[in-house]
């Protein structure tokens, strides 16, 4: 059965201001996010996270730190509870995606993604674990907090791992 290892961090909305950035010191919500998986790796040394779950006010917050134009939306709608179905969730929103004029940003580099080639892409190594982070919208969630996770299974070793077809868009 597949569950998730998850841990919640909060930081204050107040504290950024309209470009995504602390006015106190000028660092950007992106960087106090790569500070959370920081200490979700810390806390769960094997494991690094996959999955950012937050509510809408706060992806627009993350957008915004990240330079992302007006017409990125970030994190795919939950369609099934609280946690990530990569079996349903992906489709639902890919066929939303498709009627939008905006486009649906489905994740981020991870804070552990340090090799990138020559167009500043991330080069994905598949032994090491370190994935995108996935950007998932809970509405149910305070504004404040986020919740990092990863997927783990208990059990049946013998279970095929889940692959979803996400839809790839370029910006040009």
């Keep these: 059965m597949e569950r998730e290892l998850s841990e919640r961090y909060h930081f204050n909305p107040a504290d950024f201001g309209e470009d995504g950035r602390r006015l106190t010191d000028g660092i950007s919500f992106r960087r106090v996010v790569m500070e959370f998986e920081y200490a979700f790796h810390r806390a769960h040394t094997t494991e690094y ?16 730190s990240n330079n992302a134009e007006p017409f990125m939306i970030y994190g795919m709608d939950l ?28 994740g981020i580099d991870s804070a552990y993604m340090t090799d990138f080639d020559e167009f500043h892409n ?51």
């Design 122 to 172: 991330p080069i994905i190594d598949d032994d090491s674990g370190i994935y995108p982070l996935t950007l998932l919208v809970d509405n149910e969630m305070s504004d404040g907090e986020v919740r990092l996770s990863t997927p783990t299974i208990d059990g049946d070793d013998d279970l095929e791992p889940v692959t979803s077809d996400v839809p790839q868009k370029e910006y040009v």
């Design 79 to 106: 369609h099934s509870g609280h946690n990530f179905d990569p079996e349903s969730d992906p489709f639902i929103n890919k066929s939303i995606d498709e009627y939008s004029e905006n486009v649906l940003v489905y």
């Design 49 to 64: 996270a996959l999955n950012l779950y937050a509510n809408s006010q706060t992806m627009r917050l993350l957008a915004k």
